[in-house]
């Protein structure tokens, strides 16, 4: 009988180019089929995908027509959280843990998102943990992982008498050369999860680059986003981790680092371990599904997604189906 691994033992994979539908399904069903932690690195999907949340209504969220008519891989996840277009130049983390793992932490959305917080920003005292510690405005800001960025704008007239001014407005302050600072918050990574009683999942898609025409084309302007957004475009909003870091392989050459940093003992594994562990049951996976983008195009604007009949999908590299 095998001896049961401690509760604090992460299993790590690190892969690239791997399948957003084929992730989905694996974590899904790692999620409700298995009861170890894992943690899953994938730099790049093979093609341009959009991926919905599980309660995405396609009409509010993308441009169907376009979508349909370019035969673009349209996911619903089994997680909630946002409107997602991924290519070869997203790298996602996924987190699948017990809530055991990390048990200062209450397994509620914004607890955990401070955990991964310190997961990518670092430990305080532990200068080198951080994913992103080289990345100085590096932060968690409204659910996203975000970097900050200070304008200036022309200093306060020499006649204006003190307290004379009309207060700044939101997101600018004055500096103490009477200049006003405004601070902008450029998107790097989005974020979704799913919480059970004693298990969660944290999954980001990082942007190492993206194409702005590429989201303008298929995602629409939510009517439901963060204020800091501000209704900016989305090449206004977001900024690719390339602008600030060197590295391609930084995310998941330090990530095992900064998981022993959180007190997790880190184990390699393949993604042919992580199938194995996830099982072959249909039911694992049920939530994670194709949209039937045709189907779509007859429906109103508040329906949910609709999703093709469940069927198994081709592996190329190794000739199986999953």
Not at 50 to 61: C, E, Q, Y
Not at 234 to 244: I, Q
């Amino acid at each position: 009988m095998a001896t049961p691994a401690a509760s604090n033992v992460v299993r790590l994979v690190r892969t690239r180019g791997l399948c957003v539908l084929r992730q989905l399904r694996l974590e899904e069903a790692l999620f409700r089929a298995n009861a170890e932690n894992w943690v899953i690195v994938n730099d790049g999907a093979p093609r341009t995908a959009i991926v919905l949340g599980i309660s995405g209504k396609p009409h509010r969220l993308i441009d169907v027509a376009a979508a349909h008519r370019d035969d673009i891989l349209t996911i619903k996840r089994f997680s909630g959280g946002g409107t997602v277009v991924v290519d070869a130049d997203t790298q996602f983390v996924s987190l699948v843990m017990n809530g055991d793992a990390i048990p200062d932490t209450p397994l509620f959305p914004r607890p955990l998102m401070r955990w991964t917080r310190d997961l990518y920003a670092g430990v305080p005292g532990k200068l080198s943990s951080g994913v992103f510690r080289d990345i100085p405005n590096w932060r968690l800001h409204e659910n996203d992982y975000v970097v900050a960025t200070e304008t200036s704008t022309a200093p306060i007239r020499d006649d204006d008498e003190e307290g004379s001014a009309p207060p700044p407005p939101r997101g600018v302050r004055r500096t103490r050369d009477a200049k006003m600072t405004k601070t902008t918050f450029l998107k790097v990574g989005g974020n979704a999860q799913s919480i059970s009683k004693t298990r969660f999942v944290h999954h980001t898609s990082f942007l190492w680059d993206f194409d702005a025409a590429t989201m303008a084309k298929y995602l629409v302007v939510p009517e439901k986003q963060p204020a800091y957004r501000e209704n900016r475009p989305h090449g206004a909003f977001l900024t690719p981790l390339s602008e600030w870091m060197d590295d391609r392989d930084a995310l998941r050459d330090r990530l095992p680092g900064a998981l022993r940093a959180l007190g997790l003992a880190v184990r390699e594994a393949s993604l042919a371990d992580a199938e194995a562990a996830a099982g072959e049951g249909e039911t694992a996976h049920r939530s994670t599904a194709v949209v039937d983008l045709e189907k779509a195009l007859t429906m109103d604007r508040d329906a949910r997604a609709p999703t093709v009949a469940p069927r198994r999908y081709w592996r190329e590299e190794n000739n199986t189906w999953f």
